[in-house]
T-cell receptor
Framework: GENVEQHPSTLSVQEGDSAVIKCTYS??????FPWYKQELGKGPQLIID?????GEKKDQRIAVTLNKTAKHFSLHITETQPEDSAVYFC?????????????FGTGTRLKVLA | GAVVSQHPSRVICKSGTSVKIECRSL??????MFWYRQFPKQSLMLMAT?????????EQGVEKDKFLINHASLTLSTLTVTSAHPEDSSFYIC??????????FGSGTRLTVV
């Protein structure tokens, strides 16, 4: 079935350094790839997304890259800050019976050390 | 932007009772909402897709008679956990799709069954 793998499961970086989280998806029909940040006890919040017709998208310190051929997409956070500490989830989505169902990765717990 | 309100944020109930969780799209209409369950330090597991005016679509392994979903209007979906047991204790999150591809998530409901 459809699957999204996410690595690493945990990531610790020094404040100011960059963090990279990688995901691989299995369904070649997937065409939309959002990234969510989840803080403890809260619902996920969309931080950036990318469509399959784009290779890279950037929003201030956050960027996402997509390699459709390899079915890889990655989240890049530069100049990390302590408030970036959270769990990050990638997801892949495509039209399945018109519902755009998400398949989530397993999550990455990011710790930014001050 | 799109806002999804989920209520209650926390609930404690006794075994055998039922609990209703509400998910409202505040500033947009959502023909489709999704209900997820999340165990500690794990990813979001899709339980069901809630369709306005029709029956919900449940994922494999999710008991539809135990997790009743009603999507009676374009802005409200409810999840009722019937005859709750301690193993139903979890974090339940809803999401709704606005005009774009991205889903907006509610803030989640922490259910504890004692």
């Amino acid at each position: 079935g459809e699957n999204v793998e996410q690595h690493p499961s945990t990531l610790s970086v020094q404040e100011g350094d960059s963090a990279v989280i990688k995901c691989t998806y299995s369904d070649s029909a997937s065409n939309y790839f959002p990234w969510y940040k989840q803080e403890l006890g809260k619902g996920p919040q969309l931080i950036i997304d990318i469509r399959s017709n784009v290779g890279e998208k950037k929003d201030q310190r956050i960027a996402v890259t997509l390699n459709k051929t390899a079915k890889h997409f990655s989240l890049h956070i530069t100049e990390t800050q302590p408030e970036d500490s959270a769990v990050y989830f990638c997801a892949a989505s495509g039209t399945t019976s018109g519902t755009y169902k998400y398949i989530f990765g397993t999550g990455t717990r990011l710790k930014v050390l001050a | 932007g799109a806002v999804v309100s989920q209520h209650p944020s926390r609930v404690i109930c006794k075994s055998g009772t039922s609990v209703k969780i509400e998910c409202r799209s505040l500033d947009f209409q959502a023909t489709t909402m999704f209900w997820y369950r999340q165990f500690p330090k794990q990813s979001l597991m899709l339980m069901a897709t809630s369709n306005e005016g029709s029956k919900a679509t449940y994922e494999q392994g999710v008991e539809k008679d135990k997790f009743l979903i009603n999507h009676a209007s374009l802005t409200l979906s409810t999840l009722t956990v019937t005859s709750a047991h301690p193993e139903d204790s979890s974090f339940y999150i809803c999401s709704a799709r606005g005009q774009g591809d991205g889903y907006t998530f509610g803030s989640g409901t922490r259910l504890t069954v004692v």
